[in-house]
């Protein structure tokens, strides 16, 4: 004999298995059982999960806090407060070389050399260490440039003048953009009396960096020491020395050596333009 149906019973199998009827009756009740949850379609995280969250969202919002708080003291130069942010975030995060380099170069502006220089080399290794294996490469390479120019720096403070043409020697070296570590070689040289050195580093800052106008300065005072008197007394420079000492005037009109380079033109015999200043509006 066959069945029928009520007229009020939808043409569908009544009978629901005991999960499904769990399920619907979480989501009545306002739940959500884990394997039908939207997204994904990953099972809903422990107790433990969640707090661990709960934890790394909490560790990121301090270090964002004290990272704010370290910009805030460098944009106002007060270096020692920047200092003892930058420590605090190495305690935080004792793996981020980043937050090394912060700590030494606020010890370099307060004229800690010598924290710094120990600061500094403990992160160049730490930064290289990084940057072999998974790394990116070329941001490391432009920080730990900036790191031994600034050891540089530290040794020219501290009177050691040999360490600190070493430290810009690798500085050129690593550095995409070599123009600032040449000429403080340039300058460190020439300020060490090592004139054939200073003019070979002053020629790789110019080529580094066309503009810099300190770097025709040293050329050209260097090239004028080297001019040549003949019996008439008549005084002869080596070629590209009017030429240098010119080049500065006209980057540089304004410049701290202006009046010296005049001078120096002069005695050589070199008619001076009153016209660079215009040229560079």
Known sequence: ?????????PPIIRRTSAPVAFALLLIALGATPAWCQAGSGKPAKSKEQVEADKEKNKESEAENALKAKYDAAVQEK??????????QLIAQHPENWKYQKKLGDMQLNQGKYEKALATYEKTISAAQSEAAPNGDLAATKIAVAQMLTSEGNSYLKLRKNEEALAAFSKAAEMSPNPGVAYFNLCATQ??????????????????????????????????LAESTTDAKGVLTPPAGTAEALKKYLELAPDGGHVEDVKQM??????????TYKEKQK
């Open 78 to 87: 007060n270096w020692p407060d920047a200092e003892s942010t930058a420590s």
């Open 190 to 223: 020439y300020n060490m009396g090592h004139t054939e050195g200073a003019l070979a580093a002053c020629d790789k800052a110019i080529a580094a960096d066309p503009k810099k106008a300190d770097a025709y300065f040293i050329k050209g005072s260097i090239l």
């Open 1 to 9: 004999m066959k069945s029928r149906l009520s007229p009020r019973t």
């Open 265 to 274: 033109l002069g005695f050589i015999g070199v008619k001076v333009e009153t």
